[in-house]
């Protein structure tokens, strides 16, 4: 099993930066993909990030290239997603999710389907 527990957000003006955090508990997160996502208020869970096992491969939604970044400390357990020049639209709760294991555990996937473990959410909120 493992529980995922996010960290780092806030309240924020536009141009600032956050960094969430995202630490997990249980021994299997190293070997899964985890994606970031969000949800803004009246609108639908989105896929903002996603990266596999290793930390090589990694997925953005194409609105969010060149201002976010996902990366993954495996030593430590945890997986970040930097966010640069913030925008007021980027306001939403933020979660990260994991899958469980299996043979397609360590690669991203789209759909939040696709993830088994998901944490309860850090709010980012961006003032214009």
């Known amino acids: 099993q493992v529980q995922l527990v996010e960290s780092g957000g806030g309240l924020v003006q536009a141009g600032d930066s956050l960094t969430l955090s995202c630490a997990a508990s249980?021994?299997?997160?190293?070997?899964?993909?985890v994606g970031w996502f969000r949800r803004a208020p009246g609108q639908e869970r989105e896929l903002v990030a996603a990266i596999d096992w290793r930390g090589l491969s990694t997925y953005y939604a194409d609105s969010l290239k060149g201002r976010f970044t996902i990366s993954r400390d495996n030593a430590k357990n945890t997986v970040y997603l930097q966010m640069n020049s913030l925008k007021p639209e980027d306001t939403a709760l933020y979660y990260c999710?994991?899958?469980?294991?299996?043979?397609?555990?360590?690669?991203?996937?789209?759909?939040?389907?696709?993830?088994?473990?998901w944490g309860q959410g850090t709010q980012v909120t961006v003032s214009s």
């Open positions: 249980g021994r299997t997160f190293r070997l899964s993909a």
């Open positions: 999710a994991a899958r469980a294991p299996g043979p397609s555990a360590g690669n991203w996937a789209k759909g939040p389907n696709e993830y088994d473990y």
